[in-house]
């Protein structure tokens, strides 16, 4: 039988394993664990990677100088927190204040341009960063509680092009991943390559192998059989995948627990500019059309109907809120994970209960500093054979969106628009936008999402709707 034809939504009082695919109801812990683990170790270094890139280059305002690795490493267990708080947030609401569904948050990606531009200026710094991002958080979450009275622009089509173009926008990372890493000096070598093939094989063979609900941990079985892959070759000295040193260092710097601190009782006091805000407020907009998109996009994949009013405005409450939250503990902001979209409407794993438990894995993470240094020294080429999959699966459901749209000129013209201008902008030889100001490249430029969602939205809102004909009518 479809799983597709069982109530996905009704309220289950008893424990039991079904109700893995079931919104709501309790699933034993030894299913619940391995389940929200997956959706950890699907985002984990996804979500931390942001974090050292910005933190890596800010500077403390006025003094010019870099943060320490001690600081930063304490930033990455806040990121971990912020996350793990996000998603609770998410499936259990707080007044109106959550969705109720299956989405996991995590350090967001989109607005790496704009606080790269804040943090390392010496007049603002690491601090103004964190200011903005707080002033940021609050904008959006009253955003998405008023999302009733902007919904109305964000039609079908608008969803559908946002939906594909995250899908579009992930490939890269995922093929990045699998070549060993954005950047690093042996992007592409064999054994980045064959660890990422080897993890995708296994993930492909599990899925088809498994029996009943064992064949949806099938991610989890790629990790730790591309893992072990990993820590071979480099116990054997044949490649270096694995580095531990990072949590040695880990212990010696922060000890074996430490509890997550508030940037307020650190030397780091939040610093609240104007002109830093208004360079993120639009980059929160973006990160609100992405979150709309991925909240649909689990909507049609996972239960298989439309988005609700409260469901919108909670998800992107939360987006908003709790990346507030996340800039009061001296991190980034937050925004629904789209690898974690890819991966419930894979497996239709989409009870609440098991990815609150990834949620608790992620604070406790947070509180044991060696084991987010753990989970950190996953190799990128193990991830990458786990999420090439992933990925390509948000944009087939974004397609799946497309086709529910009359499919006529406007249609044609939006979609054509959308695609061709606000991906093109992002593979063009140079900086498209060199004539205006520089917070519009740094929002275009690399994000496709960005682009599309624009252009779609205002050709959606000008082009006229083709009227239908009376006569049709009685047809």
């Not at 955003?143 to 622009?153: E, I, P, T």
């Not at 497996?347 to 990815?355: A, D, E, G, L, S």
């Not at 009359?406 to 004539?435: K, P």
Request: charged content about 10%; aromatic content about 10%.
């Amino acid at each position: 039988m479809r799983r597709g034809k069982m109530n996905k939504e009704e309220k289950v009082t008893t424990v039991s394993d079904e109700n893995i695919y079931k919104l709501n109801g309790r699933v034993p812990l030894k299913k619940a664990i391995p389940f929200g683990l997956q959706h950890v170790l699907a985002m984990f270094v996804a979500n931390l990677a942001p974090v050292i890139i910005v933190c890596g280059a800010a500077v403390v305002r006025g003094s010019g100088e870099h943060l320490t690795s001690a600081e930063i490493t304490s930033i990455l267990q806040c990121a971990m927190f912020a996350a793990g708080i996000g998603t609770c947030m998410q499936l259990y609401p707080i007044w109106k204040i959550g969705s109720k569904l299956p989405i996991v948050m995590g350090v967001s990606f989109t607005f790496l341009g704009s606080l790269l531009v804040i943090s390392t200026n010496p007049s603002l710094g690491y601090e103004g960063m964190i200011g903005a991002v707080i002033l940021g958080g609050i904008f959006e979450g009253l955003v998405g509680l008023s999302a009733k009275y902007w919904k109305r622009f964000l039609t079908p089509v608008v969803s559908a092009c946002v939906v594909i173009a995250i899908g579009l926008s992930l490939l890269s990372v995922g093929m990045d991943s699998w070549g060993g890493g954005s950047g690093v000096e042996d992007f592409g070598a064999w054994y980045h390559l064959l660890v990422g093939t080897f993890t995708l094989i296994v993930c492909l063979i599990s899925h088809y192998r498994l029996k009943g609900i064992y064949k949806n941990l099938n991610i989890l079985v790629g990790l730790i059989f591309g893992y072990l892959l990993s820590v071979i070759l480099t116990v054997t000295g044949i490649a270096p995948m694995v580095d531990f040193s990072n949590i040695a260092e880990t212990i010696h710097q922060i000890g074996y627990f430490s509890i997550p601190k508030l940037v307020f009782f650190t030397e780091h006091m939040p610093v609240f500019d104007l002109g830093a805000f208004f360079t993120i407020a639009i980059v929160f907009l973006v990160s609100a059309a992405e979150t709309t998109g991925a909240t649909t996009a689990v909507c049609k994949g996972a239960l298989n109907r439309d988005i609700k009013m409260e469901e919108l405005q909670g998800s992107l409450a939360v987006d908003g809120f709790s990346s507030a939250i996340s800039g009061c503990f001296g991190c980034l902001p937050l925004t629904s994970f789209s690898q974690n979209v890819g991966l419930v409407t894979m497996t239709q794993v989409i009870n609440r209960f098991t990815i609150f438990m990834g949620a608790l894995i992620l604070i406790l993470a947070s509180l044991f500093p060696p084991l987010g240094a753990f989970f950190q020294s996953l190799p990128q080429s193990v991830l990458g054979g786990c999420t090439v999959m992933m990925f390509g699966s948000i944009m087939y459901e974004g397609i799946k969106m497309l086709k529910d749209n009359t499919f006529d000129e406007r249609t044609m013209i939006i979609v054509s628009l959308a695609f061709c201008i606000g991906v093109g902008v992002t593979q063009t030889s140079g900086n498209f936008f060199t004539c205006f100001p520089s917070v519009v490249g740094e929002i275009f430029n690399g994000n496709a999402v960005a682009g599309v969602f624009v252009v779609s939205l205002l050709l959606s809102l000008v082009l006229p709707e083709k009227k239908k004909k009376k006569g049709n009518e009685n047809m």
